[in-house]
């Protein structure tokens, strides 16, 4: 028996210890690399690979990749400074082969998830961060499209206090999507609602509903009118079932970047009697635009309250742009080209959005 108590005793303080040295997070687990470092305005990369001979990072927006040095254990570190207050997306270029930051879990989302996002914050909040101010909710809603006979998606952003508000109703901006991208793309990357909340509680924007559909469809023949089917058969009416709308074109906008620009002009253009206001970012027109919307455009004087244009000057659609511009004023049109910096980017755009709802919904043209 006493031999029995003696193992006993050394098992009671033995295994203790033995189960703190098992359990110690630091011997199950290495430590985690930190990628990306965020440091007022200098922004550190780091990615193991250290079989790897070349590796670099692409910043969006930056025409020039930033060369990553390897230490001792093969990891490869670089750090960029004097980065202004913004979003970017960014992407490691290993011996060749574009890669995803695997320690960060912020991808900019969409068809084809190939960059990572990384946010440098201003000291006082920018017009796309979140701010003290009463926020709007987002919601998202599903259809069968009349199109495809398929299941799709859309966003409806109400602003804060439309459910506090039971007689009001509310103008709508139809907002879209660029190539590539899906309905979360405003809201993910271009901060769409938070934008909003800003300028609606600062009074320099009318409260109003934005809803953001899925503006991607099969590009085989046959279904170039997808999106201006499922526009106006099914969420115009299912938003305005579901949400207190004001009603007609006059409390309408269609805007939208790059590829939704396009749609803008086309769908847009072919009823302004449905959208009174019109946002085009980052987009132009095609060879055959003035024969087959020209006719449309000689009624933009009496239909439309905006016609507003948002490019940067590096933008590789601006040939188009600039077509756009020549072909409005061969018609008469009355309309706002702003020309940033900057090329085919979100940081544009969240700009544009930013510019162009204040103008929204104001009396007048």
Do not use: C
């Amino acid at each position: 028996m006493k031999s029995i108590a003696v193992h006993l005793t050394v098992l009671a303080i033995l295994l203790p210890a033995a189960f703190a040295q098992q359990a110690t997070p630091a011997a199950r687990h290495p430590e985690r690399l930190i990628s990306p470092q965020v440091e007022e305005g200098k922004v550190t990369f780091r990615l193991n690979a250290p079989k790897a001979q070349q590796v670099s990072v692409a910043i969006g927006g930056r025409k020039e990749t930033v060369g990553m040095q390897r230490d001792d254990q093969g990891f490869w570190n670089a750090s960029v400074e004097g980065l202004a207050p913004e979003i970017y997306e960014y992407q490691f270029n290993v011996d060749g082969f574009a890669s995803l930051d695997p320690s960060n879990p912020w991808v900019k989302a969409g068809l084809r998830p190939n960059w990572s996002l990384v946010e440098v914050p201003a000291k006082a909040p920018e017009f796309w961060e979140i701010q003290n101010v009463p926020h709007g909710t987002v919601t998202m809603h599903t259809f069968v499209s009349k199109a495809t006979g398929a299941p799709r998606t859309m966003r409806v952003y109400a602003p804060a206090g439309y459910g506090q508000e039971p007689e009001a109703r509310f103008p709508v901006l139809y907002l879209l999507h660029g190539s590539g991208d899906e309905d979360d793309g405003w809201e993910v990357v271009g901060r769409a609602s938070y934008i909003a909340d800003n300028l609606i509680a600062a009074g320099r924007a009318k409260p109003m509903l934005i809803v953001m559909p899925n503006g991607t469809y099969p590009h085989s023949k046959g279904h170039e009118s997808d999106f201006e089917t499922d526009l106006l058969q099914e969420i115009i009416p299912l938003v305005e079932k579901k949400y207190r709308v004001a009603a007609g074109g006059a409390n309408r906008a269609l805007a939208g970047l790059s590829m939704g620009g396009f749609q803008t002009l086309d769908v847009g253009v072919k009823h302004m009697d449905q959208f009174a206001w019109l946002g085009v970012f980052s987009a132009g027109v095609r060879e055959d635009y003035a024969a087959s919307h020209g006719a449309f455009l000689d009624k933009a004087t009496d239909q439309l309250s905006l016609f507003w244009i948002g490019i940067g000057q590096d933008d590789f659609l601006r040939p188009g742009e600039k077509d756009l511009e020549a072909l409005l004023t061969e018609k008469h049109v009355r309309f706002s080209a702003n020309v940033s910096a900057g090329g085919h980017t979100w940081t544009n755009w969240r700009h544009y959005l930013h510019d162009f709802m204040p103008l929204l919904f104001q009396n007048g043209k």
